[in-house]
């Protein structure tokens, strides 16, 4: 993802998918990390942050549409060159399964 070196700017497409903790109203856990910069959250009605806002280390926690309305409102603040940006996802172990299933991604965010 191409972004530029002022401001914050908008992650758009990130989002989390999981029927059965939408189904049965349970939470989800999102992780976001990066190595330099900053993360921030607009929308933070029905999550909690675990971390402070702005920080590059944000976990989030919250049903899966409250979960994906912060991620909507997703930017990264550039400091000091291009980043990767670490997605991880788990959903504590909801389900018919009764065991914790994690996904996670990278993006790559250049700073230009």
Do not use: K
């Amino acid at each position: 993802m191409e972004l530029t070196a002022r401001g914050a700017q908008p992650v758009p497409g990130i989002s989390v998918e999981d029927p059965e903790a939408l189904a049965e109203r349970t939470d989800v856990g999102v992780l976001l990390a990066v190595e330099r910069g900053g993360i921030e959250i607009g929308a933070t009605e029905g999550v909690s942050l675990l971390a402070p806002n702005g920080s590059t280390f944000l976990p989030i926690v919250g049903g899966v549409d409250e979960v994906n309305g912060a991620l909507a409102s997703l930017r990264y603040r550039p400091s000091g060159g291009s980043d990767t940006l670490v997605v991880a996802v788990t959903d504590y172990g909801h389900g018919d399964l009764d065991v914790e299933l994690t996904d996670g991604v990278f993006v790559e965010l250049r700073v230009g």
